[in-house]
């Protein structure tokens, strides 16, 4: 992959305030560089309009932009500058199909494109579960694009089947029912091909990543993915990344408690600038 134009603007809607004439929050379908059409959202922080920090959102599999869990870290990251967050493909009301992990840079692409636009100097991605996955290979693959990278919850490896939860969710991915399982009752569009070929994995992705402050957050209560996961990619990072093992948290968003969001939107802020 290449720096070229991530995607544009389809369509956006613009609410400013009333009293004060400051932006209000918009809504918007951004184009991929596959054509892809993903709904985002940017929402102004406490700063003046296109000060500060934006903090991009990639959220995990089967998560969207409107879902209350995704919503709760973005008010909570809100704290620390602008925030922008996006459904992946086959999520939400976002185009396309998921492919859970690969094709998805190209979302997070163009998400950190339209964020930059409103005029921040500094952009940071903060992606949970396979959206951690896709914030770490978006940073390799886009070098130079991100200020500032937190991978929380995300896996080393790709395949990954030691665990219950991930058994089921190979099930969901590699099945036809499972597929109809997370159409209907996931509200997530999963592509039926394989990959062809397997993008570059996470680990295999951070060590291309500095200079850029890069941080990994994980639970020793996760259920999908044990702990060997972050201190795999912490080792590839040569001693570059900083490594948060968090006591008795579980998995990604729902598990991430306010506290926790807060300290990491604050790690956010202060090191992409």
């Known amino acids: 992959m290449s720096n070229r134009p991530a995607g544009h603007v389809a369509r956006s809607t613009v609410r400013p305030d009333d009293e004060t004439g400051r932006r209000g929050p918009v809504r918007t ?53 602008a925030v922008v967050t996006f459904s992946f493909r086959g999520h939400g009301r976002s185009g396309g199909r998921s492919t859970v992990g690969d094709k998805e840079v190209l979302d997070l692409a163009a ?39 937190a991978a929380v919850s995300a896996p080393a490896r790709w ?13 969901l991915v590699t099945r036809p029912t499972g597929r109809l399982v997370g159409r209907y009752g996931l ?9 062809d070929p397997v993008p570059l994995s996470p680990v295999e992705a951070v060590p291309r990543i500095a200079p850029t402050p890069l941080l990994i957050v994980h639970g020793d209560r996760d259920g999908y993915f044990p702990l060997d996961h972050p201190r795999m990619l912490a080792e590839a990072s040569g001693g570059h990344a900083e490594l948060w093992l968090e006591p008795g948290m579980g998995h990604a968003e729902h598990a991430a408690d306010d ?13 992409s600038g």
């Open 159 to 171: 395949y990954y089947r030691g665990t219950a939860p991930m058994r089921r969710l190979h099930w």
């Open 111 to 149: 998400a950190v494109e339209w964020a930059r636009g409103f005029g921040h100097e500094r952009v940071a991605t903060v992606g949970f579960s396979m959206g951690g996955s896709v914030v770490l290979r978006h940073a390799a693959l886009y070098p130079g694009t991100v200020d500032a990278v």
């Open 29 to 81: 379908f951004l184009r991929t560089a596959d054509a892809t059409p993903v709904e985002a959202v940017y929402e102004p922080g406490p700063a003046a309009p296109g000060t500060g920090p934006v903090l991009v959102v990639a959220h995990g599999f089967t998560g969207d932009v409107d879902r209350p869990h995704v919503r709760r870290v973005a008010a909570g990251l809100a704290r620390h500058g």
């Open 187 to 195: 509200r997530t569009r999963i592509h039926h091909r394989d990959w």
């Open 259 to 271: 506290a926790l969001v807060d300290r990491i939107g604050g790690w956010a802020a202060r090191r």
